[in-house]
């Protein structure tokens, strides 16, 4: 495991994706194939079902250390990752156990149906003969996420640097079907196991932010303007009875969205279709914060389906019948886009609607007005626009409305996780309600490491308690809060609930007396 | 009776009428070691060890009145019989043993009870109360052995020769540069910025020898310095002198490495758990090899650890004092970027 074990060293250390990818070249260049194969699969969601519940793992950790729980969970709270936490506190090996990458996770698969004390003969003697990174190792390979930042996309950049194979081809191949038994390193490379001619994405065509007045860009008969949904930006590729979608980042998300493939599936004709991945509730879009409950699971709950369904609205349409059309003109494509949802309808799955206007003026009044239906703005498009590849300036703008904020004060302070465990970077604000505080949002973006160091530094020194992973401070610090959107809501004490909260700056100029208050926060909502 | 007093300005020695580490001016000030947070400006008289001495007077100001004592050297001030002890922090670090009328009380400073080949190891002392440090008051702190970490560092260094790296350890002028120093020595010539140089002569016009040194000039020729060994102190992280270091492979050597956030946080290529102060286990023996009837906690995690001595049956209680101060260690660290 020796060369698995320095891969993670590499590739934790450093936040450079080139860093990162240069690790993983490395390592794809030295290690063995099955390890190989197992670095794949840990890394996308192919890893084997944990064989060991964490709870027995704390409580042999308990059992070995002798440590009160209480203290197990200061050290949690400072560590911010279980498997790293008992990787520290057991004591220093006492042999050296050296096996493949290869052998762990086999030997780990034919745990899982083994009795409780089996396991924990097992899990005991391997903890004892490995250092704490790889002990750390260990526990990642029983379960839990690495946590070192390398998505399936970095992953494939670097497969695609080793090998000079499309990297989009490539994604398809790790994330389609195939068992480390019957497949060599090479044969999933190559593709053997799948038809890439079914899935390959086309490039997304994205818009810079509107930088001009509205009349500088001519008549507005030749524009199209469209609601813009936030969302997960998709693409919907449905050829020969197969179905595939690629979000924005070309991962493959197909299967964590069933609603959709098993909708589109039934469609008639081929075609590659444009759109946004949202979470749509009786015909109303919510909020991205719910979508992300949807979002990297590896199992969906009946429950989650239910909460939280999910709906797509198609932008654009790229391929018809098999026929590549991004050339034509935007008019042309939006009417076979509109051929196909006449032919084929789902209540989930909508044209995204063409907003359409007299004079330019019209349109600022409805900008203004889209967070009442959840959106963050307009999008403008040119009717006579190719579906261009990547970012290009003139055809395609985003015209955003521009964020709320308010002035709020921090009242809890909690560390993060990952890169972030060792600051207070999450925290919680408050605005005045009568004599006292009443919570608005929770955020935890938008500060500079040095302000959050700074901040860390604070709440040390200012905490109320003295143990568990929350501190209480002194309400003293003022930060201005932006937010996309604000609605009432009996489940926040407040009775209002923010959309997408996050750090807009650090007012080290303000003082606590001058936030704002909750009824001068409800006054941002619209129509109340 | 009391001996000692944990006022506002500092811990005070009733029966002595005189301060051990204070931060805020007083007459007369015993000191346990050269850092800053316990070594701080304003007071009318000094006492220390006599390896100490040079470096108070290079951090503070050549004029100050010291006095200096060597372990274990006795001096009875106002009836109270003070003597200092190896504390194994740095070089000139001592804990500072009180007795009077048969009760005795040693106040630790910083120390550290694994041996670092640099200073003279610490050393257990009985007494009726103890005053310990917490830095690492966690179980997840436990340091490596000496020849492991210098083991894992000598081949970091030597794999960045390998690839065309000049090879840059981060670490605090005073104690931490002179331990890395010592745990490189012979690998290659060491650069040390200007920062750390002076404190090297401060050590070593105490009669001290060092790990033989180059000074780092702020305007090095590239060539001089590739594929070398910089010491440097940690407010350089992210300066225009580091950036001039062609093809640098950056490690940070501190305590606080241990945990992989801490080490990712500071976007380094690598990061050593290299400590001068005790870890989990070290603070255990210190206390349980002290024997004392009352234990005081102080900077770090205070809370944590008195809480769990008090559960081991070890009566132990928390003290707020302003060492450990992370914001006076910003401060010199800025400082000495700029020298």
Not at chain 1, 143 to 150: A, L
Not at chain 1, 244 to 273: A, M, N
Not at chain 2, 245 to 271: E, K, L
Request: hydrophobic fraction near 40%; charged fraction near 25%; charge should be neutral.
């Amino acid at each position: 495991m020796k060369q698995f074990s320095e891969l993670i060293s590499a590739i934790e250390i450093t936040n450079k994706t080139n860093a990162k990818i240069a690790a993983l070249v490395n390592f794809f260049k030295v290690a063995d194939d099955k390890d190989k194969l197992w670095m794949i699969a840990l890394f996308t969601g192919k890893r084997p079902s944990r064989p060991v519940k964490s709870s027995l793992m704390k409580q042999w950790c308990a059992e070995i250390t002798e440590l009160p729980e209480w203290l197990f969970l200061e050290s949690y709270s400072t560590v911010g990752d279980l498997g790293e936490t008992l990787a520290l506190l057991l004591p220093p090996p006492t042999h050296h156990i050296e096996k493949s990458l290869n052998d762990w996770m086999q030997e780990l698969i034919q745990l899982k149906p083994k009795t409780d004390e089996e396991k924990k003969k097992y899990v005991l003697n391997a903890w004892s003969g490995l250092e704490a990174q790889e002990r750390l190792i260990f526990n990642k390979l029983i379960g839990g996420s690495f946590r070192i930042g390398v998505s399936k996309k970095t992953l494939v950049n670097a497969l695609a640097k080793l090998t000079n194979i499309d990297a989009n081809q490539l994604m398809h191949s790790i994330i389609g079907n195939w068992d480390i038994n019957s497949i060599t390193f090479d044969e999933l490379l190559s593709g053997s196991h799948i038809n890439y001619d079914n899935s390959k994405p086309y490039p997304f065509c994205l818009a810079y932010a509107l930088e001009k007045e509205l009349d500088e860009l001519g008549d507005v008969n030749d524009w199209q303007a469209e609601y813009k949904w936030d969302g997960i930006r998709g693409q919907i590729v449905k050829r020969n009875n197969e179905l595939y979608i690629w979000s924005r980042g070309e991962e493959l998300v197909t299967k964590q969205f069933p609603e959709l493939t098993e909708v589109f599936k039934t469609w008639q004709h081929d075609f590659v279709i444009d759109g946004e991945i949202l979470a749509i509730k009786d015909s109303s879009v919510l909020l991205f914060n719910d979508l992300q409950k949807r979002l990297n699971r590896k199992n969906i709950s009946k429950k989650l389906l239910e909460d939280v369904p999910v709906g797509f609205y198609a932008y654009d349409i790229l391929e018809f019948e098999n026929k590549d059309i991004r050339a034509e003109s935007l008019e042309e494509r939006r009417k076979k886009l509109e051929l196909i949802f006449k032919q084929n309808t789902a209540e989930n799955i909508q044209l995204s609607q063409i907003v359409t206007v007299e004079n330019w003026s019209e349109l600022h009044a409805i900008r203004e007005d889209s967070r009442s239906v959840n959106s963050e703005g307009l999008m403008l498009k040119h009717k006579h626009s190719p579906y261009h590849t990547g970012r290009k300036k003139g055809d395609w703008w985003k015209w955003k409305v521009d964020p709320l904020t308010i002035d709020a004060v921090m009242i809890y302070a909690q560390k993060g996780s990952g890169r972030r465990s060792s600051k207070y970077t999450d925290y919680t604000f408050a605005v005045k309600k009568d004599d006292g505080l009443v919570t608005v949002a929770k955020a935890y973006s938008g500060l500079t490491d040095a302000e959050i160091t700074e901040i860390s530094r604070w709440v040390n020194k200012n905490a109320i308690e003295k143990f568990g992973p929350v501190r209480t401070v002194k309400p003293e610090l003022v930060f201005e809060i932006a937010f996309e959107g604000i609605a009432l809501s009996n489940r926040h004490k407040s009775g209002v609930a923010l959309r997408f909260p996050r750090i807009k700056r650090w007012r080290q100029d303000k003082k606590v007396d001058e936030i704002d208050t909750i009824e001068s926060v409800k006054d941002l909502i619209v129509g109340f | 009776m009391k001996i000692i007093k944990f006022t506002k300005k500092g811990i005070y020695c009733i029966p002595g009428k005189f301060y051990l580490d204070p931060w805020l001016p007083v007459d007369y000030a015993v000191i346990s070691h050269g850092h800053a947070d316990h070594a701080r400006w304003g007071m009318k008289h000094y006492l220390c060890h006599t390896h100490t001495k040079n470096i108070l007077k290079h951090r503070i100001s050549d004029d100050i009145s010291v006095e200096t004592l060597d372990y274990n050297e006795p001096k009875t001030i106002n009836g109270v019989k003070l003597s200092f002890h190896p504390a194994g922090h740095i070089i000139g670090s001592a804990q500072i043993r009180l007795e009077y009328k048969g009760k005795v009380v040693v106040f630790t400073g910083d120390y550290k009870v694994k041996h670092d080949n640099i200073t003279i190891p610490f050393e257990p002392i009985k007494c009726h109360e103890f005053i310990t440090e917490s830095t690492f008051g966690l179980p997840i702190y436990k340091w490596l052995p000496e020849e492991t970490l210098q083991q894992q560092i000598h081949n970091w260094i030597l794999q960045n020769k390998a690839n065309n790296r000049t090879s840059v350890l981060f670490g605090y002028s005073l104690g931490k540069a002179q331990r890395i120093m010592k745990l490189v020595e012979g690998l290659d010539e060491i650069l040390v910025h200007n920062a750390i140089y002076h404190i090297n002569n401060a050590i070593e016009s105490s009669g001290i020898v060092l790990p033989e040194t180059t000074r780092l000039d702020g305007h090095f020729n590239k060539a001089d310095v590739q594929n070398k060994i910089i010491i440097m102190p940690p407010g350089l992280l992210g300066s225009k002198m580091l950036k001039r270091v062609p093809n640098a492979a950056t490690a940070i050597c501190s305590g606080w490495m241990q945990v992989r956030g801490n080490r990712r946080w500071r976007g380094v290529d690598a990061g050593f758990a290299v400590s001068d102060h005790a870890d989990w286990d070290g603070l255990l023996q210190a206390v349980k090899a002290s024997e004392a009837e009352k234990v005081y906690v102080t900077h770090g995690s205070q809370a944590i650890f008195a809480k769990y001595l008090n559960e081991i049956g070890i009566e132990a209680a928390e003290v707020i004092t302003e060492y450990g101060d992370n914001e006076l260690e910003a401060a010199e660290a800025k400082k000495e970027a700029t020298v």
